[in-house]
C-alpha cells in the first residue's frame, strides 16, 4: 500500500506564501496523478490543484493564478506552493495519488492531511 505523507502546513497572515510537501513512501511503477484537495469547516472537500502524468495541469478557479502544482519524480514526491494566501484558503489539505506500483497493483491514496491557517 502507497502512503503518502504531507508536510509544510501552518499559521500564516494574508498575503504571505506556504509550501506543501507531500512524499509517497513505497515502491512505485508509475504514478497516473497527484493532487492536493482541501476541505474547509463546514465544506465539503474540493480538488485545489491536480497534475497528471503527462504533464497536464488543473487548478481551482479560486487559486489559479496563486498556486503552483509540481512534482519530483525521482523523489515521488508533489508540492504545492501557495502564495497570496487568503483567510478562504484555511483548510485542511489533503494529498492524493493514484498509479501503479512495482507490483503491478494499482493504488489510489490519501495523505492525513495538513492544516493551513491563514489570519487576516
Known amino acids: 500500500q502507497v502512503q503518502l505523507v504531507e508536510s509544510g502546513g501552518g499559521l500564516v497572515q494574508a498575503g504571505g506564501s506556504l509550501r506543501l510537501s507531500c512524499v509517497a513512501s513505497?515502491?512505485?511503477?508509475?504514478?497516473?496523478?497527484m493532487g492536493w484537495y482541501r476541505q474547509a469547516p463546514g465544506k465539503q472537500r474540493e480538488l485545489a490543484a491536480a497534475?497528471?502524468?503527462?504533464?497536464?495541469?488543473n487548478y481551482a478557479r479560486s487559486v489559479k493564478g496563486r498556486f503552483t502544482i509540481s512534482r519530483d519524480n525521482a523523489k515521488n514526491t508533489v508540492y504545492l506552493q501557495m502564495n497570496s494566501l487568503k483567510p478562504e484558503d484555511t483548510a485542511v489539505y489533503y494529498c492524493n495519488a493514484g498509479g501503479t506500483t512495482t507490483l503491478q497493483r494499482d493504488f489510489l491514496s490519501w495523505g492525513q492531511g495538513t492544516q493551513v491557517t491563514v489570519s487576516s
Open positions: 513505497a515502491s512505485i511503477f508509475s504514478i497516473k496523478a
Open positions: 497534475l497528471t502524468s503527462d504533464g497536464s495541469t
